[in-house]
């Protein structure tokens, strides 16, 4: 590689680590931790319902796959909200299992596993989520570290794809009443945009892997880690760490109240689980 492609493929990549990963943290941060956690529950439960369709455009399947930044299938669902998949709870780690916090969701290497919804890659298991589409939202996830590291990758990314869907911010971000009131005049002064142009969202490309720093039945600490720049020929990715909450029979994202970066960049994967 001449000198001259280096320092562009360099940018790109990092490119991708500013959206994927620390996007992750100004939009999420700037957005959700700005204004905070709360009270607001979801309806869904995790029952391994068979999955449907949103109700607002009753489509099913797939167009034809394209590929992401990095050369990687993602799935275009007929369905702009995304496609769940069939839900196999059987496949579902157990907490007796060695690999109960180390397991990846079943499917996401199979076709379907990673689609695009709304410009950002998101993942859909067979095993542990999400299981159904409720008001456009993805919901079902399994009461599973696996569920919980799902849940973290879709509430995020779609947020960042869409910072102004409140039904997204009310229903699975745990959100206080003072911080709504915040939000939605945020909205009001249309400061908050609908949707994100694809120069953002094309850097919304599947995190390669998942750790599960802290698990306990109410609540999961969760990392994602989104591949990054090339530096010194060693590869580094921007690792971001997310609060999940289980509230009302779903995963919930409950943003850090920590004014200290969430963000940082590591150098291996060892001891991540690759989806």
């Known amino acids: 590689m001449s000198e001259k492609e280096s320092p562009e493929r360099d940018r790109v990549s990092f490119g991708v680590i500013a959206s994927a990963a620390l996007v992750a943290v100004i939009i999420v941060a700037g957005l959700v931790v700005y204004f905070g956690h ?12 068979a999955p449907v369709t949103s109700s607002e455009t ?37 907490t007796t299992d060695t690999d109960w916090l180390t397991a ?3 499917g996401l290497a199979d076709p379907h596993g990673w689609q695009r919804v709304y410009g950002a890659s998101v993942p859909f298991s067979t095993s542990d989520g999400p299981a159904r589409l409720e008001n456009g939202l993805a919901v079902g996830y399994s009461h599973t570290p696996q569920g919980a590291a799902l849940a973290s990758a879709q509430i995020t990314y779609r947020l960042n794809a869409r910072p102004a869907d ?9 959100v206080p009443a003072e911080q709504l009131t915040a939000y939605d005049q945020a909205l009001a002064d249309q400061r908050l945009p609908k949707q994100q142009p694809e120069k953002v969202t094309r850097y ?8 599960i720093e802290n698990y306990a039945d109410d609540m999961a600490i969760v990392r994602l880690a ?29 943003p850090s109240s920590s004014k200290t970066a969430q963000t940082e960049y590591v150098d291996s994967l060892a001891g991540w689980t690759r989806w």
Do not use: C, H
Request: charged content about 30%; glycine content about 8%.
């Open 58 to 94: 009753g489509v099913t399947g797939f167009a034809s796959p394209e590929v992401d930044l990095f050369g990687r299938r993602v799935d275009i669902p007929n369905n702009t909200d995304g496609q769940p998949l069939p839900q196999d709870p059987s496949k579902q780690r157990k």
């Open 38 to 49: 709360g009270s607001s529950k979801p309806s869904a439960k995790d029952d391994g319902t």
């Open 104 to 106: 990846a969701p079943q």
């Open 226 to 254: 989104a591949r990054g720049p090339v530096v010194d020929n060693r590869q580094l990715w921007a690792a971001v760490r997310l609060i999940m909450v289980w509230d009302a029979g779903d995963w919930r994202l409950k």
């Open 166 to 174: 409140r039904e997204l911010y009310v229903r699975q971000v745990r």
């Open 204 to 211: 919304l490309v599947a995190p390669d892997a998942f750790q």
